[in-house]
């Protein structure tokens, strides 16, 4: 898959970094409290329980763990604004690999804290550029870095949404991220200027081929809150589900992303 021609935005690594070890601890604390009960509790991902989707979030540093083990790839094949739309179709082959896992897993925290040991040790002495292997391609550390705040916030409004009253926090840099990598996809995939989607404080994108705004205030406006836009972007809410429950403010005859959501599956 060739690179996207749209430029990417720049991540700052050591923030990247730090963000996804900070999300993978506020979950690793809040899974530790949870009772067996609550960890057979159904979640809005399938037939998954909160146990299954407790041991996914450690798979998305494994991921980084297996393909570092090996040798670098000789060239990048996948771009970071290609990877929310290249995920929509491994649904089936991710859940078969996560419950696969899940029947295997004796000591769930024993599980986190090895990832986590493991991720800080790799996360100190990986270069930015170093090539990796990932299910869709190869991409570079510091893309792929990226990729992992994406999934663990996205997962962590999914075990919010299971278990409302649990909590777990959202790390500042880790939202922010996942909020700008999925805007930007949305621009990617609905290119053009005629839409103004605004999803303070984190991004603002153009999209949807029409008329182009130049000047004053844009005549097709979205805006939203990043958890919302989270859900949008990857199918967890509708769009007129958002709308109903004034999650989302749109203005103008084209302010409608209906046929363009979700980005990323």
């Known amino acids: 898959?060739?690179?996207?021609?749209?430029?990417?935005?720049?991540?700052?690594?050591?923030?990247?970094?730090?963000?996804?070890?900070?999300?993978?601890?506020?979950?690793?604390?809040?899974?530790?409290?949870?009772?067996?009960?609550?960890?057979?509790?159904?979640?809005?991902?399938?037939?998954?329980?909160?146990?299954?989707?407790?041991?996914?979030?450690?798979?998305?540093?494994?991921?980084?763990?297996?393909?570092?083990?090996?040798?670098?790839?000789?060239?990048?094949?996948?771009?970071?604004l290609d990877w929310p739309s290249a995920t929509r179709g491994a649904a089936a082959q991710v859940a078969d690999g996560t419950r696969e896992l899940t029947a295997s897993v004796a000591d769930l925290d024993a599980l986190f804290e090895e990832r986590a040991v493991r991720a800080a040790e790799l996360f100190a002495s990986t270069e930015d550029g170093r090539l990796v292997p990932t299910r869709f391609g190869a991409m570079s550390?510091?893309?792929?870095?990226?990729?992992?705040?994406?999934?663990?916030?996205?997962?962590?409004?999914?075990?919010?949404?299971?278990?409302?009253?649990?909590?777990?926090?959202?790390?500042?840099?880790?939202?922010?991220a996942c909020t700008r990598l999925l805007a930007d996809a949305l621009a990617v995939k609905a290119p053009g200027g005629s839409v103004e989607v605004r999803i303070p404080p984190y991004a603002v994108v153009q999209c949807v081929a029409g008329p182009k705004h130049t000047r004053g205030t844009p005549p097709n406006v979205v805006e939203t809150d990043p958890l919302t836009w989270v859900r949008l972007a990857t199918g967890r809410i509708g769009w007129a589900e958002a709308l109903d429950a004034a999650k989302v403010a749109a203005s103008g005859e084209r302010a409608d992303l209906t046929a363009v959501l979700p980005v990323m599956g």
């Open 141 to 176: 550390f510091g893309d792929a870095l990226v990729t992992r705040a994406v999934e663990l916030v996205v997962h962590t409004a999914d075990l919010n949404d299971a278990l409302p009253q649990l909590g777990v926090p959202y790390d500042r840099q880790a939202l922010a």
């Open 1 to 80: 898959m060739p690179p996207a021609k749209k430029r990417t935005r720049r991540y700052d690594p050591a923030k990247t970094r730090a963000a996804v070890l900070a999300q993978f601890a506020h979950v690793r604390d809040a899974v530790r409290s949870l009772t067996p009960e609550q960890l057979a509790r159904p979640t809005r991902l399938g037939d998954w329980t909160v146990r299954e989707l407790a041991v996914h979030h450690t798979m998305a540093l494994g991921a980084l763990e297996r393909g570092l083990a090996g040798p670098a790839p000789l060239k990048q094949e996948l771009a970071l």
